[in-house]
T-cell receptor, first 115, second 108 residues
Framework: NAGVTQTPKFQVLKTGQSMTLQCAQD?????MSWYRQDPGMGLRLIHY???????DQGEVPNGYNVSRSTTEDFPLRLLSAAPSQTSVYFC??????????????FGPGTRLTVL | KNEVEQSPQNLTAQEGEFITINCSYS?????LHWLQQHPGGGIVSLFM???GKKKHGRLIATINIQEKHSSLHITASHPRDSAVYIC??????????FGKGTRLHILP
């Protein structure tokens, strides 16, 4: 199993550009999520999904969209990049719809810089 | 006040020392998670516990639900243990809240 994969590993954008961060898992996990990690702060939840066709907002959703058309894939779209979105982005998944008491599996991260 | 507080923020120790990282939280939880973030950035789950104690190799995690406190211990520390250790709590509303992490550096 590849686990949770993310592409790209690094990305530089100009303000106003859009892009999609890709996330895929091959463990048949129901729950998938996107976090951002900023210096001096804990991981913060952007969006999450408890199954195909179901998504919801996390703590910091503004400026991001998600969709979940299949169990495997959970892309994160930046609509119009801003310097405040410079961060490291992690995709994570867990087996059940209740992540609180299930092991989280993380992707390797995407380091995004917005100029 | 943050819902999850870790201490210390940074810790440097000599190889072989016994390491303790603390985590305090202020909300009702379903479970507490300890994670390790390698210098290269990858994050792996070490433990998930809701009571008592768990051990895996040289790592031990304990939790005291009444005191809302957990500790992660590393025995016979080694330079390869150098990483950021993250405490996260799974709240009863199914949200996971992460601490800011403890940066551990083990000197050979």
């Amino acid at each position: 199993n590849a686990g949770v994969t993310q592409t790209p590993k690094f990305q530089v954008l100009k303000t106003g550009q859009s892009m999609t961060l890709q996330c895929a898992q091959d463990m048949n996990h129901e729950y998938m999520s996107w976090y951002r990690q900023d210096p001096g702060m804990g991981l913060r939840l952007i969006h999450y999904s408890v199954g195909a066709g179901i998504t919801d907002q996390g703590e910091v959703p503004n400026g991001y969209n998600v969709s979940r058309s299949t169990t495997e894939d959970f892309p994160l779209r930046l609509l119009s990049a801003a310097p405040s979105q410079t961060s490291v982005y992690f995709c994570a998944s867990s087996y059940s719809r209740q992540p609180s008491y299930n092991e989280q599996f993380f992707g390797p991260g995407t380091r995004l810089t917005v100029l | 006040k943050n819902e999850v507080e870790q201490s210390p923020q940074n810790l440097t120790a000599q190889e072989g020392e016994f390491i303790t990282i603390n985590c305090s939280y202020s909300v009702g939880i379903s479970a507490l998670h300890w994670l390790q973030q390698h210098p290269g950035g990858g994050i792996v789950s070490l433990f998930m516990l809701s009571s008592g104690k768990k051990k895996h190799g040289r790592l031990i995690a304990t939790i005291n639900i009444q005191e809302k406190h957990s500790s992660l211990h590393i025995t016979a520390s080694h330079p390869r243990d150098s990483a950021v250790y993250i405490c996260a709590v799974g709240r009863r509303d199914d949200k996971i809240i992460f601490g800011k992490g403890t940066r551990l550096h083990i000197l050979p």
